[in-house]
């Protein structure tokens, strides 16, 4: 989701990549949807802060901090869409591929292999339906990238 734009993942202030927030989330209500989830591996605590520099500079934001509490079990791609998916049902005017600048989509589209992650997503907002797409070829990289693993 860094690709969009549309929300600060912590580049501008201490913790990059580990959190997601804007000036109308609220911390409390984002991180409790998101902690009903139940993922694995992963908890999310609300947070307020004030970037430094880049998305929100200045602006005091809301949101979560990802916090692993176990690196085996956290399935970290999926993190991002179970954040727009919430983002999108408690906050509906704000639905990420709505509101962010369509100029960006195509580096989204980039990072994600295709455009069909975005298109499919943008549909009803569901981590759902985007799941088995998203996972079509791991099981093909893995047994080609063996190979190259240095340890087991």
Do not use: C
């Amino acid at each position: 989701m860094g690709e969009l734009g549309y929300l600060s993942i912590g580049v501008g202030y201490t913790i990059p990549f580990q959190m997601f927030a804007a000036s109308w989330i609220k911390a409390d209500e984002l991180a409790g949807k998101l902690n009903q989830l139940n993922l694995p591996g992963v908890t999310f605590r609300p947070m307020h802060l004030k970037p430094f520099y880049s998305v929100g500079k200045g602006e005091h934001l809301q949101g979560v901090q990802v916090h692993i509490t176990n690196f085996r079990k956290a399935a970290l791609s999926d993190i991002q869409f179970y954040v727009m998916q919430e983002i999108a049902t408690l906050y509906p005017e704000h639905k990420v591929f709505e509101q962010a600048d369509k100029g960006r989509f195509d580096m989204f589209d980039k990072v994600s292999g295709s455009k069909e992650i975005r298109e499919r997503f943008s549909k009803n907002n569901r981590w759902e339906d985007v799941r088995d797409y998203w996972y079509k070829d791991v099981e093909a990289f893995r047994k080609l990238s063996k190979q190259y693993y240095l340890y087991k």
